[in-house]
């Protein structure tokens, strides 16, 4: 799948073999260069010998660098120990070498972020491990670290030169993982591609079985829909903001919970049905788009109702969002199955209600 | 003086007032949204309130945030207590934010850093108030901290919405600093612009009494020959490598010396005289050249001989440059008065004869 961005663009591949070919296709970016795999201890220890061994047959220098897994590393002091180790490093990197991020979201981030920002800039590719990572991380440049205020807020976008996905790495997701990143598929397909709704509903028992043909046609799927929203607006300012169905409320619910007590697939499963909800009250769709989403996440094993959430504090979180322009709240509801539009004028009580009814 | 980069071009205001129009230009940028200006103690306590008045005569919501002055400051750890107080401001910032760079090259480099990479990048304006940040980093959206392993390892090409110089502000400035920054004018003169040479020296006398007139002229044709590099080469693979003249040796010599023992410019004057030399013994130039410049570089205030320096250490250090590439030095060497042009055979024993006979 390509992403087109100019000057910029690159190519996601998504196979069965993408970590054994990673050498070849990085010998191509890395002439003569050192590649330096970022990953977290997790993967590391399940992928990072066999990352390792593709780009050492590629005959390429290759060196593993990697930190605690979890969110809560994923911070401007680990990205600080992260460049002690790779200024340490001999022969010295320099602007030729090559960050390999191997992981999930966080190791992708991190990568990323380290790769923006050393000797202002170094040429990155992502081998994602999680189906979220997949079809969300892969495509779009973001990376960061987060801060005590909120997720995410120190970063650049820096698009990498190339995406590789390798479909067995998701042999090694728990299913609360995988879950996940089903549910920005769902979203995927209800911003943009009803036909993708019904095709998910007829193999969610393949997906969940997690047949390989199955995932991968999922996975590219869901990669040219994210890479098309993202050519349209590299930048975050005006399109792009669809991909955020769900998540405005799905955030705060993420947030509210405390991060770790609920995947972000699973707050966003619920942001949607909110969303939904909320769509409906303003007569933009009618109650079968929710009932249908509601039907499609439970079959993927999702929850579409949660106990104890907290209207006021999710509320509060979400105008602090670093989406938030001057103190407002951008919506993105649904308009139809496969399409969304953007709203400024959801008011507190709509948003109260929506939170209400998923208890 | 207009910085041509396409989409991301903007403009340099070289002025007597142009703090006093801070506010009306930044206005027009931040459509209702909050400025936070990022400096350093010595520049925030002269020049900080005057900024920060600018700025809410042209009705925007002002803060400002200094960090300890001086080089070993411009660390990862300073940018990290940034974003603590930055994400702490109240109303939060948000995209629609705007940083304003008040200072030389430190904090410039340290208030760019924290605006690339806050919320994924914020707009930010420069405000140098050196003749060095003048005429060199207000040109070419460089930013970034140190790393114990070297200068600038970490940071980010962002190019800034706007640059405003007032000249005030140099009447501040210690001689010492006046002469570092004047020593990157003559390089500018070197590397495109013989009739520049010309009308520096005719002048050494007024700009070294700071008359206000002969300052702005001498910063906007040095930033005119600055923005015509960078707009050729924004991403430094190309011909930006020529503004390296003389920084290829004077990196070394500042970085043996250790940094604050001898300034950027003084290092880079005897930079552009070994280089000289090494293009003299090619045959590329004839000692007229090294003769002129040494007379330039004196009137001005600058040493054209050093004792004691130490031609192994600065060899090996000239190796861990992060413009080397693949462990190879290039050189920019002069070929005619006003014109270099790039070399990457310049061997060990050359550059230890031009090290030996600045001593």
Redo the contacts between chains.
């Keep these: 799948v390509k992403v087109e961005l100019g000057e910029r663009s690159y190519d996601v591949v998504v196979g069965e073999d993408a970590l054994d070919r990673l050498g070849d296709h990085i010998r191509q970016l890395a002439a003569?260069?050192r590649v330096v795999v970022i990953s977290d201890s997790t993967v590391a220890s399940l992928y990072g010998e066999h990352a390792l061994s593709s780009l050492r047959a590629g005959g390429l220098d290759a060196s593993l660098l990697s930190f605690p897994a979890g969110e809560p590393n994923k911070t401007?002091?680990t990205?600080?120990s992260l460049?002690?180790r790779l200024?340490?490093l001999h022969?010295?990197i320099?602007?030729?070498s090559v960050v390999v991020a191997l992981g999930g979201g966080v190791p992708g981030d991190m990568a990323g972020f380290v790769a923006?920002?050393?000797?202002?800039?170094l040429r990155w590719v992502q081998c994602p491990t999680t189906l979220l990572a997949d079809v969300d991380a892969s495509v779009g440049g973001?990376?960061?670290v987060d801060?005590?205020?909120?997720k995410?807020?120190?970063?650049?976008?820096h698009q990498p030169r190339g995406v590789f996905i390798d479909v067995r790495t998701l042999r090694t997701l728990d299913d609360v993982q995988l879950r996940s990143g089903l549910a920005e598929c769902v979203k995927h397909a209800m911003i943009r591609d009803k036909s993708l709704l019904a095709w998910i509903d007829e193999r969610a028992g393949k997906i969940s079985e997690r047949e390989a043909e199955s995932l991968a046609e999922l996975i590219a799927r869901n990669v040219e829909i994210k890479a098309s929203v993202v050519a349209a607006d590299e930048r975050e300012s005006g399109v792009r903001a669809h991909l955020n169905f769900g998540h405005t409320i799905g955030h705060g619910i993420e947030a509210q919970a405390g991060y770790g007590a609920i995947t972000h697939g699973q707050a966003v499963a619920l942001g949607m049905i909110a969303a939904c909800r909320i769509a409906e009250r303003r007569g933009l769709v009618d109650v079968s788009l929710r009932e249908r989403l509601a039907s499609l996440l439970d079959a993927l094993g999702l929850d579409t109702r949660r106990e104890g959430l907290d209207a006021d504090a999710i509320w509060r979180i979400m105008q602090?969002d670093?989406?938030?322009?001057?103190?407002k709240v951008r919506f993105v509801l649904p308009t139809a199955p496969g399409e969304v539009d953007l709203f400024d004028d959801v008011e507190e009580p709509a948003v109260r209600e929506a939170i209400a009814n998923l208890g």
Tied chains: 1, 2.
């Design positions: 003569g260069g401007l002091a990205a600080s460049f002690d200024f340490a022969p010295p320099d602007r030729d923006a920002t050393a000797l202002r800039g973001k990376t960061g801060h005590a205020a909120g995410n807020l120190i970063g650049a976008f602090h670093k989406k938030a322009r001057a103190g």
